[in-house]
């Protein structure tokens, strides 16, 4: 389930580095996803102006996670973070219905990037603690996810501040969405 999955079948031995880019509008949860999977406190975060780049160890593997505010006067300055990106983490703000045509107008363009052809992508549904949220189900469905073939994708419900669902642990294998 989730990402140590992707890792396994992407890289055939953990020791090596592994290059994640985490992007999403902004208010989706990026950050506290990122501080959530280092184990850092989360009690003090406040909006990425720029970028944030954390090196985690799990499981035998080095993430190097680039995590890019979500701004739109920031979103065009994401290409230039698109070279050897190894899995894209998408990151929705599942209560933020106003926004779910935005968002799934973002991540069609770059699902259609060359530089991310065929980059596995991982999208949280953030903030499922929230009684507004989305299920994972609805918003994958509302944004035609579906149809995606180029690449293996994976939808997953999480909380970025409860830490639920956001667990680099697998419980099968069985991830892929194609």
């Known amino acids: 389930m ?5 890792l396994r079948k992407l890289k055939s ?6 290059r994640i880019l985490l992007l999403g509008l902004d208010n ?3 950050t506290t996803l990122l501080k959530q999977l280092a184990s850092e406190d989360i009690s003090h975060i406040t909006p990425t102006q720029g970028f944030n780049i954390k090196s985690v160890q799990s499981q ?7 995590d890019i505010g979500g701004q739109r006067k920031i979103r065009p300055y994401w290409r230039n973070y698109f070279e050897n990106t190894d899995i894209l ?24 990037e060359e530089k991310l052809s065929g980059v596995p992508v991982l999208i949280f549904a953030n903030k499922q603690d929230l009684l507004t949220a989305a299920p994972a189900s609805e918003i994958a469905e509302g944004l035609n996810l579906h149809t995606i ?23 099968s294998d069985d991830w892929m969405c194609k």
């Open 2 to 6: 989730g990402l140590l999955s992707i």
């Open 13 to 18: 031995t953990p020791d090596q580095e592994v």
């Open 28 to 30: 989706a949860g990026k």
């Open 60 to 66: 035998g593997f080095k993430l190097n996670v680039w």
């Open 89 to 112: 983490i998408y990151v929705i703000d599942s209560a933020d219905r106003k926004r779910f045509e935005e968002t799934g107008q973002e991540l069609a363009e770059l699902l259609d």
């Open 149 to 171: 073939r180029d690449r293996v994708w994976q939808i997953q419900s999480c909380s970025a501040l409860s830490g639920e669902g956001v667990q680099v642990t697998c419980v």
